[in-house]
């Protein structure tokens, strides 16, 4: 099945600075990909669309100047926590749809920020 | 509001027995439901949604638009069905991908 990619999957940043997350699709080419967010013992909290070549649409409630979200290629969307404070700290999930098999939706392996 | 409950955290069963994992929703259009799963130390994976009918692994999800329920069922549980099962629907208009999850049910089967 098709693969998608994080980078990285744990990080630690200090309060103030700026991280960054890749989210790969390997082996396909997604025009959307999905930023969810996951907080401990509970579910995935869908953040944003991101759209190849185009804005990304967030969700309500969602910061879009915090969360930036940039889907520069068709295999490649990054988020970038800015200015991150310790309630950022959260693990983050990317998802891709694949075209080639009906629009499913491949998740990655999250990536774990912690924010010092 | 659009929303998904999985009413049980945790459903613990024997080997063998039945299983239904529950799952509600509330949505004012045609819905698109799905059913994901998430094995231990692995990623979420799509186990089945509910326009294709089809049966995963054992597992079948009818669509009661009456209870407005997607339950998951399997008839004879399998050690390795052990997972966090999470009940998923399609919030934007058609099948836009922008998925509204469940909190999760853990899934225990025992030997």
């Known amino acids: 099945g098709a693969v998608v990619s994080q980078h990285p999957s744990r990080v630690i940043c200090k309060s103030g600075t700026s991280v960054k997350i890749e989210c790969r699709s390997l082996?396909?080419?997604?025009?959307?990909m999905f930023w969810y967010r996951q907080f401990p013992k509970k579910s995935l909290m869908l953040m944003a669309t991101s759209n190849e070549g185009s804005k990304a649409t967030y969700e309500q409630g969602v910061e879009k100047d915090k969360f930036l979200i940039n889907h520069a290629s068709l295999t490649l969307s990054t988020l970038t926590v800015t200015s991150a404070h310790p309630e950022d700290s959260s693990f983050y999930i990317c998802?891709?749809?694949?075209?080639?098999?009906?629009?499913?939706?491949?998740f990655g392996p999250g990536t774990r920020l912690t924010v010092t | 509001a659009q929303r998904v409950t999985q009413p049980e955290k945790l459903l613990s069963v024997f080997k063998g027995a039945p299983v239904e994992l529950k799952c509600n929703y509330s949505y004012s259009g045609s819905p698109e439901l799905f059913w994901y799963v998430q094995y231990s130390r692995q990623r979420l994976q799509l186990l089945l949604r509910h326009i294709s009918r089809e049966s995963i692994k054992g597992f079948t999800a009818d669509l009661n638009k009456g209870e407005t329920s997607f339950h998951l069922k399997k008839p004879f549980a399998q050690e390795e069905d052990s997972a966090m099962y999470y009940c998923?629907?399609?919030?934007?208009?058609?099948?836009?991908?922008?998925?509204?999850f469940g909190q999760g049910t853990t899934l225990q089967v025992k030997p």
């Open positions: 998923a629907l399609d919030h934007g208009s058609g099948n836009t991908g922008k998925l509204i």
């Open positions: 082996d396909f080419q997604a025009t959307t």
């Open positions: 998802s891709a749809r694949d075209p080639g098999t009906r629009y499913e939706q491949y």
